[in-house]
């Protein structure tokens, strides 16, 4: 059975909060040195930018979305060029934003699978779950952020369950 199911309110806004919440509890990893509250604040400023556009494209769709990802896509290359000797912490701090909103956010999606189903009156067990997901592999904050707006507002998320009868 192939499954389309739309990530909730409550499920998107996980994702949104899980983002936000980069850096805020636990030290990013894979920087040279820590960051501290300035970039922080400056990293989060620029999130606030793509949070802007995600709120778009789950809200109205990719199009809507555009310009929003314009001017996000803008302000979180403008801060890494800003950055000076400390540019590759600050583009893997954003990224790690992105990477933990996407986390959720499939999380949220494979929750609609449901465990049983009745067809016919017989009740069916989900047995396996496939989850067929694109994904970019490129390092580059335009495309990354371009991808989760489109996974967002696309729903770029394929789940194929089974189920068999107990």
Same mark, same amino acid.
């Given at each position: 059975?192939? &499954? ?6 409550? !499920? ?8 936000? #919440? ?6 990013? *990893? !894979? ?7 300035? =970039?922080? !604040? $400056?990293?989060? %400023?620029? =999130? ?6 995600? $709120?778009?494209?789950? %809200? =109205?769709? $990719? ?8 001017? #996000?896509?803008a302000r979180a290359e403008d801060l890494v060029r800003s950055a000076g000797h400390r540019a590759r912490? *600050? ?6 934003h992105a990477q933990s909103y996407l986390a959720v956010l499939v999380r949220e999606a ?9 067809? !016919? ?24 952020? &371009? %991808? ?12 194929? #369950? ?5």
């Amino acid at each position: 059975m192939i &499954t389309s199911g739309i990530v909730t309110r409550q !499920g998107f806004e996980a994702a949104l909060a899980a983002s936000a #919440a980069v850096g805020s509890s636990e030290p990013l *990893v !894979g920087l040279a040195a820590p960051l501290d509250a300035g =970039w922080l !604040g $400056r990293i989060s %400023e620029a =999130w606030d930018a793509v949070e802007t556009a995600l $709120r778009d494209a789950y %809200e =109205w769709g $990719r199009e809507a979305a555009g310009e929003a990802v314009a001017t #996000a896509v803008a302000r979180a290359e403008d801060l890494v060029r800003s950055a000076g000797h400390r540019a590759r912490d *600050v583009h893997q701090a954003l990224l790690a934003h992105a990477q933990s909103y996407l986390a959720v956010l499939v999380r949220e999606a494979l929750e609609q699978v449901q465990a049983m189903i009745t067809v !016919g009156g017989a009740q069916l067990k989900l047995t396996s779950v496939d989850v067929a997901q694109r994904i970019s592999l490129s390092g580059s904050l335009k495309a990354a952020l &371009t %991808e989760i707006v489109a996974i967002t507002a696309n729903g770029e998320i394929t789940v194929s #369950a089974s189920y068999h009868a107990p």
